[in-house]
Nanobody, 118 residues
Framework: QVQLVESGGGLVQAGDSLRLSCAAS????????MGWFRQAPGKEREFVAA????GVITSAEGRFTISIDNAKNTVYLQMKSLKPEDTAVYYC???????????????WGQGTQVTVSS
């Protein structure tokens, strides 16, 4: 079965950088779009960024960079200049296209907490 396992979350200070990783298994990584969502306390889950198997990127946050390593079946989210409002649970997601991924991803990871203190 498909598994998405996030890592790299933690407690950081405002202005710091953090890199999240999501290791995927059970799917042909290069044939899927991978992405990141986040959900802050009391708010709806929101789209952060997505990348297709051939490297086309869609991003909703200019301070964040999404990338993939096909050899490691891993997608990354590099976050810079973090702000307290970036505090959220960050989820990795996968689907066969960026369009489907943005609307209702088929596969989700369990999430990793990112907390940014002021």
């Amino acid at each position: 079965q498909v598994q998405l396992v996030e890592s790299g979350g933690g407690l950081v200070q405002a202005g710091d950088s953090l890199r999240l990783s999501c290791a995927a298994s059970g799917l042909t990584f290069s044939s899927y779009a991978m992405g990141w969502f986040r959900q802050a306390p009391g708010k709806e889950r929101e789209f952060v960024a997505a990348i297709s198997g051939n490297g086309v990127i869609t991003s909703a946050e200019g301070r964040f960079t999404i990338s993939i390593d096909n050899a490691k079946n891993t997608v990354y989210l590099q976050m810079k200049s973090l702000k307290p409002e970036d505090t959220a649970v960050y989820y990795c997601a996968a689907d066969v296209s960026r369009l489907l991924l943005r609307s209702a991803p088929r596969y989700w990871g369990q999430g990793t907490q990112v907390t940014v203190s002021s």
